[in-house]
């Protein structure tokens, strides 16, 4: 039961533009579709499922559907065909009301650019999601001062949002979807309009709240770093097609094609990479009493015991050895 | 391709219309005089009488047609008394009482809390200093008249106009269906629609109620509606993320938001209805403006000037209360309330405590009732005015004769003489022609059937006449409007000055400009120019400013950097450019001059203006009245069209040549 996913999506597509049906299932380039039937396909056939607790990020440049994307999961923008599987229902047939109660409860969404209310203080701004589900006005205050000490706004709850700080105002918006206690937190590129020691901060703090409070996120991002620091799964996009899915290290390590690899070509591999990454077979004779390591050790963090010890490193899971790793390898790798 | 041919026949079609003007100057040398339907003041066509008659027949009916006892008269019934209930208030004998309800004291003390609690205290002051001030000039109840007129037709219009605007804010489709009769509405010379209205209504407060709606209503639906647009797209996406719904988003988040734009349109509305109240004297409407039209048909400069005064310093007090007003809101949106609630809570019941104070001391004792005649200045202001028009008529007459001279025999003559003074065959072919030259088919059919049509209404001299004082109005209007907004544009330091100027210009009635102008000119055709050129210029000026500015910075500092002097920038970079919005200009110009020519018909300028007028004052020339006004709403209709047309044929170049 605990590893059904949060969220499951089947064959999903989102085509703006006249008749979008026609457009589903289309193999034409983006040129083509748009001068044969006026269509964009925003989204192509993505499918993925969201674990539960897990941190998915979607990644791609801009124009890249990836906005369309995660606005079609709570359908503030209608997909045009595909299923969405929100713990087994789909978000799809939902009507009017059923898909209000979903927003209500459990789905929460932060955005770019923050979309507060200019005209409320920030403790009715976060408290507007509880408002118009109908709490009452003292549990809801209560609610929200609560999550303002855990985004650590406690003193703030009587400015206005303009007298804040970007980061700050985010801080707000993050505040007011983790108010309603969602089951499912959405962000579109939360971070990006934050300068970079600000995001920096807010990804850490995205960290810190996700081992806090445990959610499962779906996280929208062009930038690569934050995609591969906040997340356990990566989905890159490009021009609203699903390029690949995986780990960090599946991505930087296995790159599906040459716009992945382009893409992460910039990465400190050994930052990212772990032992499993480098590690080769034991040759015969070679000394098996070295230090062990786990697989999942990231390069970076190994360096040092692999390159003080005088004999081969195992890399050993569950009491069995996956294979050896020398200075050699680190070195190979570190020079690459 | 097309780039080609239309840059080829642009200059072509340059020679062309100017072959059509000689043509038409020549036509007008060897048969000047012949074929011009003349039309004497006094003379009737069987249109005219026809109208008279239809009029007559409205009028023995109107209390047993079914119509008007069902629905006309309910309408008249509910306007009239809903005036005559605000000024018992304020500005009349009511009740059995010598006099209103409230006296001044009470009024000016309730005027005084509720700018305050809504603005601040400054404003507070200035509508005290304001409301006595009607006092001092021996306006008082005249005042109240026009105020009680506003007010109502103020709430009216916003009762309607903020509902609809909302509307035409979250529905397209509705916004779509509104905004041409928006257009059609503002469009439409404010006097035209008198006439017709009392057609229906009878003259008095109901006709002016309605009159003033219609000129007021358009800005409160197209302001609240751009206010409800504009709500950013982001915090409604995130409204509706968390599950609002829509009626929760209007609530939360695109009223509060758009709160502040909408007190903008509130001050619009309240503007435009009060510049109306002081028109609609022309049907009768109790207040000042009847003062100054009476004053304005006796040329009594003086009894003229001090209502005008009156009028000018009302609308100041409107404009900066309803401004302050806004500007609290935004500060509230900016910063939260700067106050505590139970701070406001006092300061409200200690503001409405003294007014209620002083109401009751008003409603109760007559020196609080009647403002004392004693300190009354009026026949000061009123003798100020008479020698200071003398004197400057006298001692200015060198200049302003010139400039007169100038005008009337270097523009206003021989424009009139080339429209009016040709048989009408000519001039209906030169128009036709010039429209599909200019504007293309469409114009030019359009240029034919309103040619036609003021054939058909039995005044085309008169129309002639009309044509030619708003040709030349407007060909000033141009000038100036081009010279003062490139300068405007150009330089942050002459908009600083100059846009409180224009801004102030443009809430002012357009009666009170008259006033001054009299005083300087005298009254003649000349002087109903000028006064519509003073009333268009400020649009015109602020639309080319507008366009100036819009023209990317970096293109002009490309333009300075290859060395080009300041006026090869205007003539070469910033005016090409803006020429999108010079034409706005233009077609906007002629409209507002167009509005004015009623006007001028007060003071001088004889043709359609003065048949609208005289419509107004003598029985048997209404029929010709409403005639007239139907040939200036159809001058202005043709020359909107054309000038549009002539606009959207000057992108489309643009484009092409762009591409």
Known sequence: MRDQPVLDVRGLWKVFGPRPERAVGTTLSRQELKETTGCVAAVRDVSFTVRPGEVFVVMGLSGSGKSTLVRCLTRLVEPTSGEILFDGDDIRRADERRLRELRRHRLAMVFQHFGLLPHRCVLDNVAFGLEIRGSARAERYKRAREVLELVGLTGFENSYPDQLSGGMQQRVGLARALAVDPDLLLFDEPFSALDPLIRREMQNEVIRLHREVGKTMVFITHDLSEALKLGDRILIMRDGELVQMGTADEVVGAPADDYVRDFVSDVPRSHVLTLRWIMRDAMEGEPLDGPELDPDLVIRDAVRVVLSADRPVRVVRDGALLGVVTSAEILEMIAR | MTALTVTARLPARRYLIGAVLAAWVLGHALLSGRDTLPLGGAELTPLHEGANEAWDTVDDNRNSNPFFLYFVNYIRLVLDESVRFVQALISQPSFGRPVPLLGWLGVVALAAA?????????????????????????????????????????????????????????????????????????????????????????????????????????????????????????????????????????????????????VVGVNQTIMAALSMATIAALIDAPGLGKTVLKALQTLDIGAAFNAGLAIVIMAVVLDRATTAASRRVEA???????????????????????????????????????????????SYVRRAADAASAWVQDSLAGFTDALKNLVTYGLLNPFESLLAGSPWWLVFAAGVAIAALVGGVRAAITAAVGLAALIGLGLWQDSMVTLAATLVATLLVMALGVAAGVWIGRSDRADAVLRPVLDAGQTMPAFVYLVPILGLFGPTRFTAIIAAVVFAAPVAIKLVAEGIRGVPATTVEAARSAGSSPWQVITKVQLPMARGAVALAANQGLIYVLSMVVVGGLVGAGALGYDVVAG????????????????????????????????????????????
């Open chain 2, 114 to 262: 509720i700018t305050y609690l809504f603005g601040n205290i400054r404003v507070a002051l200035l509508t005290v200093a304001g409301f006595v001030s009607f006092g001092l000039l021996g306006l008082w109840a005249e005042s109240m008249d026009t105020l009680a007129l506003t007010l109502t037709a103020v709430a009216y219009s916003l009762a309607v106009g903020i509902p609809l605007g909302v509307w035409a804010g979250l529905s397209d489709r509705f916004n779509r269906f509104v905004t041409p009769v928006l257009d059609f509405m503002q469009t439409m010379p404010t006097f035209v629609y008198l006439a017709p209205l009392t057609l229906f209504f009878l003259i008095g407060p109901a006709s002016a109620t309605i009159a003033t709606m219609i000129y007021a209503i358009p800005p409160a639906i197209r302001i609240t509606a751009h206010a409800i647009r504009e709500v950013s797209p982001v915090t409604l996406e995130a409204g509706a993320s968390l599950g609002a719904t829509a009626a929760q988003s209007l609530r939360h988040v695109r009223l509060p938001l758009a709160r502040r734009t909408i």
């Open chain 2, 332 to 378: 509230q949106r900016r910063t939260g309330r700067e106050i505590s609630a139970f701070f406001r809570r006092v300061e409200v019941t200690v503001a409405l405590g003294i007014a209620a104070v002083l109401s009751y001391l008003s409603y109760t004792y007559v020196w609080a009732a009647v403002f004392p005649a004693e300190a009354n200045i009026g």
């Open chain 2, 616 to 659: 107004f004052s003598q029985h048997q020339l209404r029929g010709k009245g409403l005639a007239a006004g139907l040939a200036i709403v159809v001058l202005g209709i043709v020359l909107d069209r054309v000038t549009r047309a002539a606009q959207a044929r000057t992108d489309r170049l643009g484009v092409i040549k762009e591409d």
